[in-house]
């Protein structure tokens, strides 16, 4: 046979050829013994069990697996500029992943518009870059967690 040729087999013949040659196995039965059920036990209640699901005077529960988590909105900073063609702004700062030594580029909404979001639980400082290497005017800004920034630079 040459490597191209295939083996004049029946359908049945290749199928029996792929089934894996296993030996039966012996199926031994354990021993059963009968024994007397044992008398269900009653269901109770137990205090501690409602405390652990009720609320704490704060709103959140006792038990913090149970508790939901807080839809947090993002953070963000919305840029008036037109930065001409083929410049692009990026943000500079410290929370949310943020850093001073490298920017994060802003997405370009429309000609004159940029915006950066995330989620931030602590304070927002930033200061936009243009083609992250020229710092715009003025003092740094700051941002709340979930607040909307909406700013106008200028270089």
């Given at each position: 046979m040459g ?15 792929l089934?894996?040659?296993?030996k ?7 021993p059963?013994t ?9 269901a109770t209640?137990?205090a ?9 005077p ?11 988590p807080a ?11 037109d930065?001409?063609f083929?410049?692009q ?14 920017g ?31 710092w ?5 800004v ?9 700013i106008?630079?200028?270089?």
């Amino acid at each position: 046979m040459g490597w191209c040729e295939l083996p004049n087999l029946s359908i049945k013949q290749l199928q029996l050829n792929l089934e894996p040659k296993m030996k039966p196995v012996k199926q031994t039965k354990k021993p059963t013994t009968t024994k007397t059920p044992a008398p269900a036990p009653k269901a109770t209640v137990k205090a501690a069990t409602i405390a652990t699901a009720a609320p704490v005077p704060n709103g959140a529960p006792a038990d913090p697996k149970l508790a939901k988590p807080a839809r947090v909105a993002p953070t963000t900073i919305e840029a008036h500029i037109d930065v001409g063609f083929g410049n692009q702004l990026f943000v500079r700062g410290q929370g949310a992943g943020l850093s001073w030594e490298r920017g994060v580029p802003l997405k370009s909404v429309d000609p004159k518009t940029w915006q950066w979001s995330a989620v931030a639980t602590d304070k927002l400082t930033f200061k936009l870059l243009l083609n992250d290497s020229i710092w715009a005017q003025g003092a740094d800004v700051i941002a709340a967690p979930g607040q909307k920034v909406e700013i106008t630079p200028s270089f």
